[in-house]
Nanobody
Framework: QVQLVESGGGLVQPGGSLRLSCAAS????????MRWYRQAPGKERELVAG????????NYADSVKGRFTISRDNAKKTMFLQMNSLKPEDTAVYYC???????WGQGTQVTVSS
């Protein structure tokens, strides 16, 4: 069955960096587009970034452009989200999403606070 397991979240000070990972199994990772979403307390889940199956095309929410970078390693069946210059408003649970079939991971908490 499809499994998406996020890791790498934590507590970081404003201006700091984190790298999230999403380990995928149960499907052919290399032919599927993937996304990162996030959900802050009291807010709707929002799209953060997306990446095509081969990694050649990416897209970002305006709020993270220039600070976040999405990437993937198809040989390791893993997707990444490098987050730099973090702000308190980036605090949220971050989710890995498989578009085909609408599968979600369990999420990883990112807290940006001094």
């Amino acid at each position: 069955q499809v499994q998406l397991v996020e890791s790498g979240g934590g507590l970081v000070q404003p201006g700091g960096s984190l790298r999230l990972s999403c380990a995928a199994s149960g499907f052919v990772f290399s032919i599927n587009d993937m996304r990162w979403y996030r959900q802050a307390p009291g807010k709707e889940r929002e799209l953060v970034a997306g990446i095509s199956a081969g990694g050649g095309r990416t897209n970002y929410a305006d709020s993270v452009k220039g600070r976040f970078t999405i990437s993937r390693d198809n040989a390791k069946k893993t997707m990444f989200l490098q987050m730099n210059s973090l702000k308190p408003e980036d605090t949220a649970v971050y989710y890995c999403h498989l578009i085909n079939g609408n599968y979600w991971g369990q999420g990883t908490q990112v807290t940006v606070s001094s």
